[in-house]
């Protein structure tokens, strides 16, 4: 006998085959239904998230928030450090607090403009600045951390490299300076002249533009390139480094700050 193909049986390899394709589907079924609900539970616990992030204040959180701020451009403890330095230097018991406050005052009101505090006069300098300065000293400066705002003060966004490398001469420089504001606190002035200097103040909040183009010697229609061009001159003149005034270097600073912004 031989071996007829025909007479094979292969009703029960289709069987079979029928068997695990309608199994599979099955299975597909199930995965695909455990999907969706796996979504919609993703979902329900995403709309839970979200209402608690708008409801809830952010420091009841209980994940941590990567904070997308930069790190303070001054710390308490630089602060701290510059005030000791200071407080160690020839001529600090001469220094008074309130005359240190007195002269930070002055120094903002001959600023551009001159209603900024020094704070906001720091922060139009470079961004942040007068903030990071201001939260550092404290909500109650000592005599020490009065002493690192005049400098401040008084050089402007250089003050930081005096503090570090040269805080005798910066004592001596708010010294001179207190004593200059005292006396002239002190000095009589006639009606004239008060009236006289509060047409120029309040001229200087109306324009301060023509006031600060005055400070670079420059007329009301000067261009871009002149501003320049006097900025750079007056910088080399009034250079700290090079025996100038630090007030005349700061005011020039500003003045062309507040052209060019």
């Given at each position: 006998m031989g071996f007829d193909p025909r007479q094979w049986s292969g009703g029960r390899p289709e069987q079979r085959v029928t068997s695990n394709v309608e199994a599979l589907l099955a299975e597909n079924d199930a995965l695909r239904r455990e999907v969706l609900r796996l979504n919609r539970e993703l979902e329900r616990l995403q709309r839970q998230q979200r209402q608690r992030i708008r409801t809830e204040p952010r420091s009841h959180r209980p994940w941590s928030e990567p904070s997308a701020q930069a790190p303070p451009r001054i710390s308490s403890q630089q602060v701290r450090a510059w005030g000791q330095a200071l407080a160690q230097q020839p001529g600090w018991t001469a220094l008074r607090q309130r005359g240190l406050e007195l002269l930070i005052e002055q120094l903002n009101r001959s600023g551009f403009p001159a209603r900024l505090t020094l704070e906001q006069r720091l922060d139009r300098l470079v961004?942040?600045?007068?903030?990071?300065?201001?939260?550092?000293?404290?909500?109650?400066?000592?005599?020490?951390?009065?002493?690192?705002?005049?400098?401040?003060?008084?050089?402007?966004?250089?003050?930081?490299?005096?503090?570090?490398?040269?805080?005798?001469?910066?004592?001596?420089?708010?010294?001179?300076?207190?004593?200059?504001?005292?006396?002239?606190?002190?000095?009589?002035?006639?009606?004239?002249?008060?009236?006289?200097?509060?047409?120029?103040?309040?001229?200087?909040?109306?324009?301060?533009?023509?006031?600060?183009?005055?400070?670079?010697?420059?007329?009301?229609?000067?261009?871009?390139?002149?501003?320049?061009?006097?900025?750079?001159?007056?910088?080399?003149?009034?250079?700290?480094?090079?025996?100038?005034?630090?007030?005349?270097?700061?005011?020039?600073?500003?003045?062309?700050?507040?052209?060019?912004?």
């Open positions: 961004r942040g600045l007068g903030t990071d300065l201001k939260a550092a000293v404290g909500a109650k400066p000592n005599k020490q951390t009065t002493a690192v705002l005049a400098a401040f003060a008084l050089f402007g966004v250089r003050a930081s490299e005096w503090l570090d490398e040269d805080p005798q001469r910066v004592v001596e420089q708010l010294r001179q300076r207190q004593d200059q504001s005292g006396s002239r606190r002190q000095g009589r002035r006639t009606r004239t002249d008060q009236r006289q200097t509060d047409r120029q103040d309040d001229g200087h909040a109306r324009d301060p533009r023509r006031a600060a183009l005055r400070v670079l010697g420059l007329e009301a229609n000067a261009s871009l390139a002149e501003i320049k061009q006097a900025h750079r001159k007056l910088v080399k003149q009034h250079h700290p480094d090079l025996g100038g005034s630090a007030e005349a270097f700061r005011r020039v600073n500003e003045a062309y700050q507040s052209l060019v912004q």
